[in-house]
């Protein structure tokens, strides 16, 4: 499975960004999909997670209530709604597929590029 994340850019405090994710080379719907991100000079961290069929979401504590995850099986996408966005939520951001809908990045198997989010003052 190839993961290809988009959507990333420069917001300022208090705006909101739609990150995407398209996944291609097999079958998308098998898979629990979750968001990573990773600050400079930072150990990349759990964001959000969601299982296959879209019933279990999972968040950080330090996005709860301002971030959601979803997906849209038929499309082969999932998404990443990022309102009241901080200036700590500047980060790249990775989408990653695994089996399960957990926290932890070392069980995800498929890994997308990256797309930059940067919050300014």
């Known amino acids: 499975v190839q993961l290809q994340a988009s959507g990333g850019g420069l917001v ?9 994710c398209a ?10 999909m979750g968001w990573f991100r990773q600050a400079p000079g930072k150990e990349r961290e759990f964001v959000t997670t969601i299982s296959w069929n ?4 999972s968040y950080a504590n330090s996005v709860k209530g301002r971030f959601t995850i979803s997906r849209d099986n038929a499309k082969n996408m999932v998404y990443l709604q990022m309102n009241s966005l901080k200036l700590e939520d500047t980060a790249v951001y990775y989408c990653a597929g695994g089996n399960y809908p957990l926290a932890i990045g070392s069980q995800y198997v498929y890994w997308g590029q990256g797309t930059q989010v940067t919050v300014s003052s």
């Open 23 to 32: 996944a291609s080379g097999g079958t998308f719907s098998n898979y629990a």
């Open 54 to 57: 879209g019933g279990i979401t």
């Open 12 to 20: 300022q405090a208090g705006g909101s960004l739609r990150l995407s």
